[in-house]
């Protein structure tokens, strides 16, 4: 790593940067951290408000068991400790947008302690990886949004979002560059969609990040933090870490002080910008919630939480350079996204099934038709594997043409852009164009003779030791039979002919 | 009919049911009655005649068609302003929630209209319960029946349940829910010669009362005798899903278990509570209770409660701590009062509609928890205070080794003269000295009627039992009220 290492090369020298980052996740449940009221995003203004919600006289917070369950198991797939005792705190201020006057938190007593995520530097290197510690994930509620749109002179407050159960998940100072910040933030979002306690739809608000930075002389002790909030993309938070880093080496290398505030990210302008410094920060006066009971979690709970995990991102990896003998760099691919490894693993068990064969035997087709021929063809189009008009049982019938010899890979894009356009399956296609592969060895003689007695210079070439240009005969033959002859065959034929 | 309004829980209840009268006729006496003393005694914010009469036509309806009735059914009770009552309005009696209508019910009082209870009003109380004398209503004060002897001066109802204990003491209303944070059951009923339990926290529902101190707030009945309170008590008692503090415990037959006879039963007199210069009266009537209770059979034993003094401290640093949360959600933005001044801001319209529409004691309290709060003063404070509670439950639990229950005085005096106390904030706070210890460790505890003191101003004596043994209490309470024998009760002035 050292020769790699990010450093920010300011005028008096080599300046490093730390980085940790608090996540708030919103957690997937159909309820509140502590109401019944629904989470579906984008329903009309104040449509989604209990009684507690709105801090109506005398309403209680009941503890939401899901958004719990879902807390502990996002603990468990970092292996982080699992807290059986935790508490709920009061975070007291005034704003608009927060009914009760205070957040219900968790300061004290986290429901999970410390855990760790690692991150991979490299996409073709799996080995080069770093460890990021977590330090902490607890459970509060998320506050409602202010509205200033809707009036000339009066600001608007749509409590929706009031109350609905986030993560807090703090990362240790471990980072070190803007790619190691997004890598960890990618990988958070993948391993929270694994376990389906968020669905990391960051452009939703699902999830956001607040980034503190600091930097300093490298191996000299931390230097004072920034923290900017609510950034709302991986590449907002790289950004904010490179803008953020160059600001305070510019801020100290000219003789000032960088001073601990909250900032806010201007995407347009690509610079952060201060927000309130220390002096004027909230004093929360954090204690213990009266009206909730210490939170206790039994062993059959915790038991059914880690019962309940699927197979996590770093294990189907694994698995899949192992067990299947992906390349890293598939293997990677395909399970950087919950949904992509379902799909993939769904074409697998579906090309076996038609192929007759062994998930291991037909794996390395998949991926490889899946990353290059398929990711390639739904990028032209715009579109992805959800929006795709091909399912994985369509992908299936296509590549087992192709494990059968009916038709060559080249014929298989044809058919894979007329599945695209039309929505018919590989099968249909093949049938209505002719498509299928030529195995008669007389079409192909014919062929072959043809492309010989019109080159007959390069058949002289070739025979005089011009190697290479057997291709060049491959690929005639394959043109003069529209791409239908059956490849093994034509270059048979063709080495027999060519003597 | 007058007669009628001398009546109780028990004696309603089992009158509306044989026949004797019927429901709507008790809940027309009871209305006139209201009527009659609001001028005089204010204990009412909102009067709902309409609400009685309905609940006891339903009654009479009911018994007519020969379906089972409930264990109040035909009782019109008064319910404390702080307890949310759907399409009536609910104040807490501060101006900041002046107009406020609740679209939804308390568990309390509407388990308490499933038993087939009436409401014949809000009840004022001190403003968002804080209070010991009823006079930080934003209201008016509630004046008490009682009167010196000889004297007309207005005397105080206590508090902050000030509107139901004058309400029961004057034959306003049968009985009144309470709640007690610090004594505001035990103390007001102390002051007007009636009846009132605070349960083990946990056993009432919290959801649908306003919030005062979280960890303290409980739910209890006040009446006229002890038999009416354990009534009452089983129909507002209960689990709730909706209060995460709610005790998962079944409710246990008090009335049913009422027994005077403390044979086998050892009383515990807590050697803290004779504080120096303790009212003379006061003393006599501890001393009368012991007698009582030996009388029934218990054995006395001297305990001791040796963080007793630092309770009340404690209290008052925990009670605004959590106020001051609890109240922030007054802010004028959703509902109750907002004063928004020309051209305010989002902090100019929070000052604005708070300082107006808060009284002076809830800011003093909302300042105090703040403070105490605050980075900086949290572990001098709130955590020391906490430290105390800890403790003072601990010195409970090992009384209760060895005793059943604990008698003691509920209040140091008997009550005082309404503006004799509200210029030494401290010196009312320390009313609730005998009170608060039992709130800090969350259990049951009631003042019973003991006698009048040497002015003809009611005494009450204080039974703290066991958590979850609100039996153990009532029937100490029983026996004391076999034998003190109080038939005491102001001649009608209003």
């Not at chain 1, 855990?115 to 509620?141: F, M, S, W, Y």
Request: charged share 20%; glycine share 10%.
């Amino acid at each position: 790593m050292s020769e790699t290492a990010y450093r920010i090369h300011g005028a008096t020298g080599e300046w490093e940067v730390v980085i940790g980052l608090e996540v708030h996740a919103q957690i997937t449940t159909h309820s509140k951290l502590f109401s019944g009221a629904s989470t579906t995003f984008g329903a009309e203004p104040n449509a989604q408000v209990s009684l507690v919600d709105a801090a109506m006289p005398g309403m209680l917070p009941v503890p939401n068991r899901e958004c719990i369950r879902q807390a502990v198991r996002t603990g468990m797939a970092i292996d982080a400790q699992i807290n059986k005792w935790s508490r709920f705190d009061r975070k007291n201020y005034f704003y608009a947008d927060l009914p009760q006057g205070y957040q219900i938190s968790q300061l004290y007593h986290p429901i999970v302690g410390e855990g760790a995520i690692e991150i991979q530097l490299d996409d073709k290197n799996p080995e080069n990886t770093k460890t990021i510690g977590v330090e902490r994930i607890h459970v509060e509620q998320d506050a409602g949004k202010l509205m200033h749109d809707q009036h000339p002179t009066m600001s608007y407050v749509d409590l929706n979002r009031s109350g609905v159960a986030l993560m807090e998940i703090v990362s240790r100072p471990d980072m070190r560059s803007p790619a190691e910040a997004g890598a960890y933030l990618s990988k958070l979002r993948t391993v929270l969609r694994y376990v389906g306690s968020c669905d990391g739809n960051m452009d939703q608000g699902s999830m956001r990040a607040d980034v503190n930075v600091s930097v300093r002389r490298p191996g000299e002790p931390l230097g004072t933090r920034t923290e900017t909030k609510n950034v709302n993309s991986v590449r907002f938070v790289m950004a904010v870490v490179e803008q953020e880093a160059k600001r305070q080496v510019g801020v100290i290398e000219d003789g000032g002080k960088i001073v601990q505030e909250t900032r806010l990210y201007d995407p347009d302008r690509n610079e952060t910008r201060s927000m309130r410094s220390k002096e004027d920060a909230h004093d929360y006066r954090y204690f213990p919630d009266p009206d909730l009971l210490p939170l206790v979690l039994d062993d059959a709970f915790v038991d059914e939480c880690r019962a309940s995990l699927p197979e996590l991102p770093d294990a189907k990896r694994h698995r899949y350079e192992t067990a299947l003998g992906l390349s890293p760099y598939n293997a990677g691919v395909l399970t950087a996204d919950v949904e992509t490894a379902r799909w993939f693993e769904h074409l697998l068990a579906e090309s076996a099934t038609k192929q007759g064969k062994r998930e291991g035997e037909v794996a390395k087709q998949a991926a490889n038709w899946l990353t290059s021929e398929f990711f390639g063809a739904l990028n032209k189009l715009g579109k992805d594997l959800f929006s795709s008009p091909i399912g994985p049982e369509g992908a299936a019938g296509l590549l087992a043409l192709i494990g059968n010899g009916t038709i060559s890979g080249s014929i298989a894009k044809q058919v894979l852009e007329k599945m695209l356009e039309t929505g018919d399956s590989a099968d249909v296609i093949v049938d209505r164009e002719g498509l299928k592969q030529t195995s008669d060895t007389g079409a192909i003689e014919a062929a072959v003779d043809a492309v010989l007695a019109a080159n007959a210079d390069k058949v002289e070439q070739y025979r005089g030791g011009k190697e290479a240009l057997f291709g060049f005969f491959v690929g005639q033959t394959m043109k003069a039979m529209q791409g239908k002859g059956n490849p093994g065959l034509v270059n048979q034929v063709l080495k027999a002919k060519l003597g | 009919m007058s007669e009628l309004t001398d009546l109780g829980i028990a004696a309603i209840r089992d009158g509306v049911a044989t026949g004797t009268f019927t429901a709507t006729e008790v809940a027309g006496a009871f209305n006139a009655a209201v009527a009659e003393a609001q001028p005089a005694l204010n204990a009412f914010i909102v009067t709902t005649p309409d609400h009685a009469l309905a609940a006891a036509a339903r009654v009479d309806a009911d018994r007519a068609a020969g379906k089972p009735l409930g264990t109040m059914a035909g009782v019109p009770i008064g319910m404390k302003d702080l307890f949310a009552t759907k399409g009536v309005q609910t104040t807490a009696a501060s101006h900041i929630l002046e107009g406020f209508v609740p679209q939804y019910e308390s568990t309390v009082s509407q388990k308490l209209w499933d038993a087939g209870a009436g409401m014949l009003g809000k009840l004022n109380l001190d403003q968002f319960a804080m209070g010991s004398s009823n006079e930080t209503s934003a209201f008016g004060n509630v004046v008490s029946p009682w009167r010196r002897e000889g004297d007309t001066a207005a005397i105080a109802p206590g508090g902050s349940s000030g509107g139901s204990s004058a309400a029961v003491a004057a034959r306003l209303a049968p009985a009144a829910t309470g709640t007690d944070t610090g004594g505001s059951i035990r103390q007001p009923a102390a002051f007007t010669g009636i009846s009132g339990i605070k349960p083990t926290y946990g056993r009432c529902s919290r959801w649908g009362i306003v919030a005062f101190a979280s960890s303290l707030d409980q739910a209890g009945p006040m009446a006229r005798d002890v038999r009416d309170c354990a009534i009452m008590l089983e129909a507002m008692a209960g689990f709730d899903p909706k209060d995460s503090t709610s005790l998962d415990l079944p409710v246990p037959a008090w009335d049913a278990g009422l027994s005077p006879d403390l044979r086998g039963k050892k009383v515990g007199i807590p050697r803290e509570y004779r504080v120096d210069g303790l009212d003379a009266d006061v003393a006599k009537s501890w001393d009368d209770g012991i007698a009582w209770l030996k009388d029934a059979g218990a054995e006395i034993v001297d305990i001791n409660l040796a963080h007793t003094k630092y309770a009340l401290p404690a209290y008052y640093i925990i009670a605004p701590a959590e106020a001051s949360s609890n109240l922030a959600r007054y802010d004028g933005v959703r509902y109750g009062l907002r004063d928004l001044p020309d051209g305010a801001g989002l902090q100019d319209m929070y000052a604005a509609t708070r300082a107006a529409g808060f009284g002076a004691e809830v800011k003093r309290r909302i300042l105090i928890g703040t403070y105490v709060l605050s980075a900086g003063f949290y572990d001098a404070y709130y955590t020391q205070a906490q430290k105390v509670r800890t403790l003072i439950a601990r010195d409970f639990k090992d009384a209760f080794q060895t005793v059943d229950v604990i008698l003691a005085p509920t209040t140091p005096t008997a009550a005082f003269g309404l503006g004799e106390m509200v210029s030494d904030p401290l010196a009312m706070y320390l009313n609730d000295v005998f009170a608060v210890p039992a709130s800090l460790a969350g259990l049951p505890a009631m003042s019973v009627p003991a006698g009048l003191n040497a002015q003809g101003l009611p005494l009450g004596l204080q039974i703290i039992g066991r958590p979850f043994d609100e039996q153990g209490v009532l029937n100490a309470g029983l026996a004391i009220e076999h034998r003190a024998n109080f038939i005491a009760r102001q001649e009608k002035w209003w």
